[in-house]
């Protein structure tokens, strides 16, 4: 049996490279040599190996057999699936929360939204990166979002479905030569969903997620590893 400290490391591990996943600072189709992943986070071989099998079963990093492991690439076929059931479940659970949604729901999305809009979106040492704290901040605000939904299954379902979408949207924030007014676009889903449109703040929720896919296509980094 692990102990708790071997537990906590492997913890600690997966959070370090999930992270790194999640920001592109590990690029897609990137190949994961262990004991250089030991060598840079400081972690034993063990944690590292643990970590790296939980990331396969999250679909972050794909293992090869005799090959090792290597970060999950992007295609295009993957990128529209995802973006066409993530929207599927969104909607969902945006509706149920609408329907359950109280005082505390709607104070929820009006503080976050208003401390997203307060953000800065590229990293301050490196304009093609997202700030981490704008990116927790609109993790928030989109569980905000679909607080008083009361189903447990779309929940985890949704979940799932915004961590297989952050490395495409992450990616997609420097190739937006034109700009995109992110703030009206979250604000739109904001107040359809206060005023309890349904109809509305599930279409504006379909829209903005449609909007980091076609940015994507059309720079032309989808099925490819970025390397």
């Known amino acids: 049996m692990a102990s708790p400290k071997a537990g906590s490391l492997t913890a600690e591990a997966h959070a370090r490279l999930r992270g790194d996943i999640l920001a592109c600072r590990l ?6 040599v262990i004991q250089d992943l030991c060598d840079s986070l400081g ?7 643990e970590a790296l099998s939980r990331l396969t079963s999250e679909g972050l990093v794909e293992a090869e057999p005799r090959k090792g492991f290597r970060v999950a690439p992007i295609t295009e076929e993957e990128l529209q699936d995802i973006t066409n059931v993530r929207a599927t479940i969104e909607s969902l659970c945006l509706e149920n929360a609408i329907r359950n949604g109280d005082l505390k729901w709607e104070t929820g999305i009006v503080s976050t939204l208003f401390e997203l809009s307060r953000l800065k979106l590229q990293d301050a040492d490196d304009s093609a990166r997202v700030s981490e704290v704008w990116a927790e901040t609109h993790r928030r605000f989109h569980e905000a979002l679909v607080a008083a939904c009361d189903s447990p299954w779309l929940l985890r379902l949704r979940e799932t479905l915004f961590t297989q979408s952050e490395r495409y949207r992450r990616v997609s924030v420097p190739l937006d030569r034109m700009g995109r007014d992110l703030h009206g676009e ?10 309890r449109d349904v ?7 379909r829209a903005h997620l449609a909007k980091t896919t076609r940015i994507l296509i059309k720079a032309g980094v989808v099925n490819q590893h970025l390397t």
Do not use: C
Not at 27 to 32: A, E, N, S
Not at 199 to 205: K, L
């Open 186 to 195: 979250h604000k739109a889903i904001a107040d359809a969903a206060i005023a």
């Open 43 to 49: 972690f034993s071989l063990g944690a590292v190996r």
């Open 199 to 205: 109809v509305r703040a599930t279409a504006e929720m």
């Open 27 to 32: 690029i897609p189709g990137h190949k994961l």
